[in-house]
């Protein structure tokens, strides 16, 4: 409905194994999978109304939009 990605494809590549080595040195490890593994993610800021303000599609794993970003478009 959203539009996000699914697929193998975005679940390997260097940009990922290397977002993957850098969270575990930093002591953040996996959890046990819930929903499709294949899933990849997205985020997604919704008005009042029920309208969409911002909308980010992952093309990889660990492709997070920027917080900041998310923040300016809700106002905070």
């Keep these: 409905m959203l ?3 699914s697929g193998i494809g975005g679940l390997f590549g260097l940009t990922t194994l290397a977002k993957g080595f850098s969270a575990l040195r930093k002591g953040i490890k996996p959890g046990s999978i819930q929903g499709s ?3 990849l993610g997205g985020a ?3 008005d009042q109304q ?3 303000r911002y909308h980010h599609q992952s093309k990889e794993a660990g492709d997070d ?3 900041e970003e998310m923040l300016m478009v809700a106002g905070e």
Excluded: D, F, R, W
Aim: hydrophobic share 55%; charged share 0%; proline share 13%.
């Design 65 to 67: 939009p920027p917080v």
């Design 50 to 52: 029920g309208s969409i």
């Design 37 to 39: 593994a294949l899933q």
């Design 44 to 46: 997604l800021v919704v």
């Design 3 to 5: 539009g996000l990605s």
